[in-house]
């Protein structure tokens, strides 16, 4: 008999694949990019979705939040938002005249359980920093004193490509703290053709309901934490994040936070296929989308780095490095 601090890998396998099904009424033909985005919440990590205006970025992170029974907060970056408009700041209390005022914590909108950070990269390099500890500690430190996150807290972040107007590179410590880099690409015609017939944001979206309560999904996050990874898989793990440091055309390779940002993805990828274990498909199908972010390509003399050549790096990577048996 489980509970919901204690479920078995069936179960937790059929709230995934429930939770992807509600999901997936308001973003069509999306499976994978659907699928991975869970994944990242139940390996307690964040996602950043990276794709052009109007593909439906803002829609998955909200159908997301609407099937998990937490708090959802939505901030619009904007190049004018401070970081105190984000984490919230120190404020006074009323007082009588002459009396010293006190001063109490007012939090910002960052305090939710699932935090929609809109178009992150339209913001300042300030603003974007502040993002840090948030996702890297769950806590956030205003004049000195330190406040807890809710829990469970996840950020998933929308940005534009960075040719578009108005727009900042995210900096490397930023995009290290996010467990995958997601796009979802132009949708084929047949599910376009659904879209234009029933508008998922106006019609399907409002009509979400929560699959998961946040008890059952930290249970989720606690099962996949208790995914068995044999030795070999480690290895094989560490090759695969040794070979983005000593490639000839990468200058920066993939973190230790990365290491372990792919070990918990393919953990959350196991318990999502109903097993207790990682196989070596684990770890080699989410190389890709958890380390390309996390890498940067040599900068050659005249020619812009395009979007995706480091992960077409990653998968020569892949393709390269020796599978354990």
Known sequence: MSNEQNITTREAASSIASWRTEVERAVHGKTEVVRRAILCLV???????????????????????????????????????????????????????????????????????????????????????????????????????????????????????????GTHPLPESQLDRFLMRLTLGYPEREHEARVLSVDPSVHTLPALTPVLGLERLRALQDAAEAVKLEESLVGYLLDLVAATREHEALALGASTRGALALRRAAQANALADGRDYCIPEDVRDLAVDVLAHRVAVHARVGLPVATEEPRWILSEIVDRVAVPL
């Open 43 to 165: 390996a307690r990590g964040h996602v950043l979705l990276d794709d052009v205006p109007g593909v439906g970025k803002t829609t998955l992170a909200q159908a997301l939040a609407r099937t998990i029974d937490g708090e959802f907060r939505r901030v619009q970056f904007t190049s004018d938002l401070l970081p105190g408009d984000l984490l919230g700041m120190t404020m006074p209390d009323a007082a009588a005249p002459g009396a010293v005022p006190s001063f109490h914590f007012q939090p910002g909108p960052i305090f939710g359980n699932l935090v929609l950070a809109d178009e992150v990269n339209r913001a300042s390099p300030k603003t974007q920093s502040a993002l840090l500890e948030a996702m890297s500690d769950h806590t956030v430190s205003v004049d000195g004193v330190s406040h807890a996150l809710p829990d469970p807290f996840f950020v998933i972040a929308t940005q534009n490509p960075l040719e578009h107007h």
